[in-house]
């Protein structure tokens, strides 16, 4: 593995049922993202980790839930998928302190029905 | 509440220069920061300022005022890879990007 892997790739989900998003990375970075991509819309933060152990809610959290069990993995989890949940998700880490540059996954394309 | 402007597109010829503009008014700054998105890519990192003035990197520059909430990215000898969105960022005090929509570049021949 180099730098960030996310998986699926795309996927098309019913509403209503529960799809995690699987995040990785190699870098040993400290800090992890979930951000989601909407046309004509910026990057909008779902939830983040500062390190292994701690999360925080970002700009749009609710219907999302991430966890942190260990510095590589951060799975972000749609308890019960809504269409109005389809979006481009990006999962990016960072080694933390100032100046610090974010480092983006190659994304999943989630389409909700 | 928080915003960053940019020019939703513009075009540009292939092997001249470009300024893509961003305007920001976030609460607390702590360092602006340009990435490159082609399509269906992720973004990459291309530049980051914190000071007031101009960062040159190759073909790519950019440039920062912090008393006007204003920063370019300045693109020359365009090529046509460069067609792409550019996204300006902008830490806040609490240390989280906010994110501008992005400019759609087009390059043409």
């Known amino acids: 593995i180099a730098g960030i892997t996310q998986a699926p790739t795309s996927q098309i989900l019913a509403a209503g049922r529960r799809m995690t998003l699987r995040c990785t990375q190699d870098?040993?970075?400290?800090?992890m993202y979930w951000y989601r991509q909407d046309l004509g819309l910026g990057l909008r933060l779902i939830h983040y980790?500062?390190?292994?152990?701690?999360?925080g809610k970002g700009e749009v959290p609710d219907g999302y839930s991430v966890s942190r069990a260990n510095t590589d993995d951060f799975p972000l989890t749609l308890a019960s998928a809504v269409p109005s949940q389809t979006s481009v998700y990006f999962c990016?880490?960072?080694?933390?302190?100032?100046?610090?540059?974010?480092?983006f996954g190659p994304g999943t394309r989630l389409t909700v029905l | 509440g928080q915003n960053i402007d940019q020019p939703t597109e513009m075009t540009a010829t292939e092997g001249a220069i470009v300024q893509i503009n961003c305007t920001y008014q976030?609460?607390?700054?702590?360092?602006l920061f340009w990435y490159q998105q082609h399509a269906g890519e992720a973004p990459t990192f291309l530049s980051y300022?914190?000071l007031d003035g101009l960062e040159e990197k190759g073909r790519f520059s950019s440039f920062l005022s912090r008393s006007k909430g204003y920063s370019y990215l300045l693109l020359k000898e365009l090529q046509m890879k460069d067609s792409a969105s550019y996204l300006c960022?902008?830490?806040?005090?609490?240390?989280?990007?906010?994110w501008g929509a992005g400019t759609k570049l087009i390059i043409k021949p």
């Open positions: 976030t609460s607390g700054f702590n360092g």
């Open positions: 990016a880490s960072s080694a933390g302190g100032e100046g610090d540059t974010q480092y």
């Open positions: 960022a902008v830490r806040d005090s609490n240390y989280q990007l906010i």
């Open positions: 870098m040993r970075h400290n800090a």
């Open positions: 980790s500062n390190t292994a152990g701690t999360t």
């Open positions: 300022n914190v």
